[in-house]
């Protein structure tokens, strides 16, 4: 007889799978298309560029947009803002974008983003670990924790002078939506063009759902939708089927720009199945 735990893993599999959902590797699950339609369509208007990227850590995302931008001859009009609070990886993040200087202006903030200013713990996996987060363990793993600053996006672009975010990718392992609420001031006055964010079962420890995303974009100029390697799914409405908490990144695109990306309308109909 087959036994309940490869029956298990397999169905887990095969779910996750006709969901498009679990893989965290920017060239497959839809981050690479966004990145390029992105360069190519704003190198073709010949604007220059604002993106964030929150959750740096090594700077692997802000790599790939780089070489996404040189291959549309956009990285002179690319500026990126960095930010990663964790000691070790923001080292690596620093010697990993200088090499970029004279090309792209990458600016390196050593703090958090999140829904207040201040200071907050961090929860250290590790050094340069993907899983560093503002958000406790909810298994008890024992963590290392360490003060680190946190500002909000409006009190940064304020700071900075900065007028509008094009791209703001967010990676915060888990506290993705108080990043979101800590730029609504961008937000209502329609400044960010997309905004990323990355959800997963980290998003329990910070006690958030996917249902927070869909209420804040209610009432502004956008429309929530999910990552996928062929474009856009965007999604017509929330439903608890999506409450799952596989790895998937959701965007937020304003209304005015969904004809630069490649994109379709989806929703979950009665059979709780997309459609």
């Given amino acids: 007889m087959i036994g309940r735990r490869f029956v298990w893993r397999l169905g887990r599999a095969l779910y996750i799978r006709a969901r498009g959902e679990g893989v965290n ?3 497959r699950n839809g981050e690479a298309r966004m990145q390029r339609e992105f360069s190519e369509w704003r190198a073709k208007l010949g604007l220059q560029s604002v993106a964030f990227d929150v959750g740096a850590n090594r700077g692997q995302w802000t790599r790939s947009l780089i070489e996404t931008a040189r291959h549309s001859n956009a990285a002179h009009l690319l500026e990126i803002h960095a930010f990663e609070p964790a000691q ?9 974008c200088a090499r970029d200087e004279s090309e792209v202006k990458v600016h390196r903030v050593e703090c958090a983003l999140s829904s207040v200013d201040g200071e907050a713990p961090l929860h250290v996996a590790g050094p340069a670990a993907g899983t560093n987060s503002l958000h406790a363990d909810a298994a008890g ?3 290392q924790t ?10 940064y672009c304020k700071e900075r002078g900065i ?9 915060a392992e888990g506290h993705d939506p108080e990043v979101l609420v800590g730029a609504k001031g961008l937000f209502d006055g329609a400044k960010i063009g997309v905004f990323q964010l990355e959800y997963n079962h980290r998003w329990v420890y910070g006690r958030h759902f996917l249902k927070d995303v869909f209420d804040f974009a209610h009432g502004r100029p956008y ?3 999910r990552l996928t390697p062929r474009g856009i799914e965007m999604i017509q409405q929330w ?8 790895e998937t990144h959701y965007v937020l695109v304003r209304e005015d720009l969904l004809q630069a990306y490649s994109h379709r309308l989806t929703t979950i109909d009665t059979s709780n199945t997309y459609a």
């Fill in 146 to 155: 360490v003060r680190v600053l946190v500002r909000t996006a409006d009190t």
């Fill in 25 to 27: 590797d920017i060239a």
């Fill in 141 to 143: 793993t024992p963590l």
């Fill in 223 to 225: 429309r929530v939708g």
């Fill in 163 to 171: 007028d509008e975010v094009h791209l703001f990718k967010c990676d």
């Fill in 88 to 96: 070790d990886a923001f080292r690596m993040l620093d010697a990993s």
């Fill in 239 to 246: 439903h608890p089927e999506l409450e799952r908490f596989f």
